[in-house]
Protein backbone atom coordinates (compact mmCIF):
# COMPACT_ATOMS: atom_id res chain seq x y z
CA UNK A 1 0.00 0.00 0.00
CA UNK A 2 2.97 2.39 0.45
CA UNK A 3 4.42 1.52 -2.79
CA UNK A 4 1.14 2.34 -4.48
CA UNK A 5 0.82 6.03 -1.90
CA UNK A 6 4.59 6.48 -3.47
CA UNK A 7 3.61 5.64 -7.27
CA UNK A 8 0.52 7.82 -6.88
CA UNK A 9 2.04 11.21 -5.58
CA UNK A 10 5.11 10.58 -8.32
CA UNK A 11 2.28 10.60 -10.94
CA UNK A 12 0.49 13.31 -9.16
CA UNK A 13 3.84 15.71 -9.36
CA UNK A 14 4.46 14.63 -12.86
CA UNK A 15 1.05 15.70 -13.89
CA UNK A 16 1.13 19.01 -12.43
CA UNK A 17 4.60 19.45 -13.59
CA UNK A 18 3.22 19.01 -17.12
CA UNK A 19 0.29 21.53 -16.72
CA UNK A 20 2.39 23.87 -15.53
CA UNK A 21 5.23 23.42 -18.46
CA UNK A 22 1.77 24.72 -20.60
CA UNK A 23 1.37 27.91 -18.77
CA UNK A 24 -0.38 30.84 -20.85
CA UNK A 25 1.14 34.50 -20.40
CA UNK A 26 0.05 37.76 -21.73
CA UNK A 27 1.69 40.84 -22.63
CA UNK A 28 0.64 44.07 -22.60
CA UNK A 29 2.36 47.69 -23.52
CA UNK A 30 0.69 50.30 -21.82
CA UNK A 31 1.25 53.78 -22.28
CA UNK A 32 0.35 57.42 -21.57
CA UNK A 33 0.22 60.78 -23.64
CA UNK A 34 0.30 63.37 -20.54
CA UNK A 35 -0.46 66.91 -20.23
CA UNK A 36 -1.13 67.95 -16.96
CA UNK A 37 -3.17 70.80 -18.02
CA UNK A 38 -5.46 69.88 -21.07
CA UNK A 39 -7.10 66.73 -22.82
CA UNK A 40 -9.05 65.80 -25.51
CA UNK A 41 -11.34 63.16 -25.00
CA UNK A 42 -14.73 61.64 -25.42
CA UNK A 43 -17.30 63.08 -23.90
CA UNK A 44 -17.40 59.93 -21.30
CA UNK A 45 -14.08 60.84 -20.90
CA UNK A 46 -12.31 57.97 -22.59
CA UNK A 47 -9.78 57.60 -24.90
CA UNK A 48 -10.43 59.32 -29.04
CA UNK A 49 -9.39 56.70 -31.02
CA UNK A 50 -6.18 56.39 -32.39
CA UNK A 51 -7.47 54.82 -36.46
CA UNK A 52 -11.41 55.71 -38.00
CA UNK A 53 -12.48 54.81 -41.05
CA UNK A 54 -14.45 57.39 -43.08
CA UNK A 55 -17.35 55.43 -45.29
CA UNK A 56 -16.81 55.87 -49.13
CA UNK A 57 -20.17 56.07 -50.39
CA UNK A 58 -19.62 55.58 -54.70
CA UNK A 59 -20.93 58.28 -56.69
CA UNK A 60 -21.42 60.79 -53.38
CA UNK A 61 -17.61 60.75 -51.75
CA UNK A 62 -16.19 60.30 -48.40
CA UNK A 63 -18.77 60.42 -45.27
CA UNK A 64 -18.07 62.14 -42.07
CA UNK A 65 -16.63 61.02 -38.77
CA UNK A 66 -18.00 62.41 -35.69
CA UNK A 67 -17.29 62.22 -32.13
CA UNK A 68 -18.46 63.77 -28.46
CA UNK A 69 -16.16 65.54 -26.56
CA UNK A 70 -15.31 67.51 -24.33
CA UNK A 71 -11.99 69.34 -23.07
CA UNK A 72 -11.02 68.48 -19.63
CA UNK A 73 -8.47 71.20 -18.26
CA UNK A 74 -7.26 71.94 -14.38
CA UNK A 75 -8.22 75.62 -14.67
CA UNK A 76 -10.94 75.63 -16.33
CA UNK A 77 -10.56 79.80 -15.97
CA UNK A 78 -8.37 80.18 -18.82
CA UNK A 79 -9.28 80.40 -22.47
CA UNK A 80 -8.25 77.72 -24.88
CA UNK A 81 -6.86 78.21 -28.29
CA UNK A 82 -7.55 74.98 -30.58
CA UNK A 83 -5.80 74.41 -34.39
CA UNK A 84 -4.53 71.90 -36.81
CA UNK A 85 -0.88 71.24 -36.24
CA UNK A 86 -1.02 70.86 -40.57
CA UNK A 87 -3.87 70.82 -42.93
CA UNK A 88 -6.18 67.94 -42.56
CA UNK A 89 -5.89 65.64 -45.98
CA UNK A 90 -6.15 61.78 -47.05
CA UNK A 91 -2.59 60.98 -48.95
CA UNK A 92 -3.28 57.90 -51.66
CA UNK A 93 -1.10 55.33 -50.45
CA UNK A 94 -2.07 52.22 -51.99
CA UNK A 95 -3.81 53.23 -55.13
CA UNK A 96 -4.93 53.68 -58.58
CA UNK A 97 -2.83 56.13 -61.46
CA UNK A 98 -4.36 59.43 -61.29
CA UNK A 99 -4.95 59.78 -57.18
CA UNK A 100 -4.60 62.96 -55.37
CA UNK A 101 -5.08 64.07 -52.07
CA UNK A 102 -8.21 64.25 -50.94
CA UNK A 103 -8.50 67.90 -48.50
CA UNK A 104 -10.39 67.16 -45.08
CA UNK A 105 -12.17 69.66 -43.42
CA UNK A 106 -11.96 69.46 -39.24
CA UNK A 107 -14.49 71.00 -37.02
CA UNK A 108 -14.55 71.65 -33.19
CA UNK A 109 -18.48 72.83 -31.82
CA UNK A 110 -19.33 73.56 -35.43
CA UNK A 111 -16.27 76.09 -35.94
CA UNK A 112 -13.95 75.55 -38.61
CA UNK A 113 -10.48 74.57 -37.36
CA UNK A 114 -7.20 75.51 -39.32
CA UNK A 115 -3.68 75.96 -38.74
CA UNK A 116 -4.22 79.14 -37.18
CA UNK A 117 -5.57 79.25 -33.04
CA UNK A 118 -9.20 79.18 -32.86
CA UNK A 119 -10.29 80.87 -29.34
CA UNK A 120 -12.54 78.93 -27.23
CA UNK A 121 -12.80 81.38 -24.29
CA UNK A 122 -13.15 79.47 -20.49
CA UNK A 123 -16.74 80.76 -20.63
CA UNK A 124 -18.00 78.89 -23.99
CA UNK A 125 -16.25 75.60 -22.90
CA UNK A 126 -16.38 75.67 -18.85
CA UNK A 127 -20.06 75.82 -17.73
CA UNK A 128 -19.32 73.99 -14.33
CA UNK A 129 -21.42 71.17 -15.73
CA UNK A 130 -19.23 68.89 -14.88
CA UNK A 131 -15.51 69.98 -12.83
CA UNK A 132 -13.01 70.39 -14.86
CA UNK A 133 -15.05 69.18 -18.03
CA UNK A 134 -15.81 71.63 -21.00
CA UNK A 135 -19.51 71.41 -22.35
CA UNK A 136 -20.08 68.33 -24.85
CA UNK A 137 -19.16 69.47 -28.46
CA UNK A 138 -19.19 67.47 -31.71
CA UNK A 139 -15.95 66.97 -33.13
CA UNK A 140 -16.09 66.41 -37.11
CA UNK A 141 -13.93 65.37 -40.02
CA UNK A 142 -15.67 65.38 -43.70
CA UNK A 143 -14.25 65.51 -47.44
CA UNK A 144 -13.68 69.37 -47.66
CA UNK A 145 -15.39 69.37 -51.30
CA UNK A 146 -17.85 66.64 -51.18
CA UNK A 147 -17.98 64.70 -54.16
CA UNK A 148 -16.68 61.54 -56.07
CA UNK A 149 -13.33 60.52 -55.67
CA UNK A 150 -12.02 59.32 -59.13
CA UNK A 151 -9.12 57.32 -58.09
CA UNK A 152 -9.82 53.44 -56.17
CA UNK A 153 -7.14 52.49 -53.44
CA UNK A 154 -6.30 52.92 -50.06
CA UNK A 155 -6.03 56.60 -48.40
CA UNK A 156 -4.96 57.71 -45.21
CA UNK A 157 -3.27 61.15 -43.16
CA UNK A 158 -3.55 62.55 -40.11
CA UNK A 159 -5.80 64.37 -38.27
CA UNK A 160 -4.04 66.50 -35.69
CA UNK A 161 -5.90 68.67 -33.27
CA UNK A 162 -3.19 71.12 -30.79
CA UNK A 163 -4.99 72.51 -27.76
CA UNK A 164 -3.31 75.49 -25.77
CA UNK A 165 -4.25 76.87 -22.57
CA UNK A 166 -3.75 80.49 -22.34
CA UNK A 167 -1.57 81.73 -19.72
CA UNK A 168 -4.34 84.45 -18.73
CA UNK A 169 -7.87 84.66 -19.81
CA UNK A 170 -9.03 88.39 -20.06
Same mark, same amino acid.
Given at each position: ??????? /? $??? !???? =? $???? $????????????????????????????????????????????????????????? !????? %??????VLMPKVTAAG???????????? %?????????? =??????????????????? =?????????? /??????????? !??????????
Amino acid at each position: MYRTLKQ /A $ALG !LAIF =T $AALS $AHAAEAHITVWANVDPTLSLLKADGSVLPDAVQMPYRAGQGLGSWSERVRVFSNDTG !LDVDV %RLAEPAVLMPKVTAAGAVDVPLSVSLNG %RELGVAPIAF =TADQLFQGAIPGASIEMPS =TVAQATPGPI /AAAGLYDGPVS !LVLVQKASSL
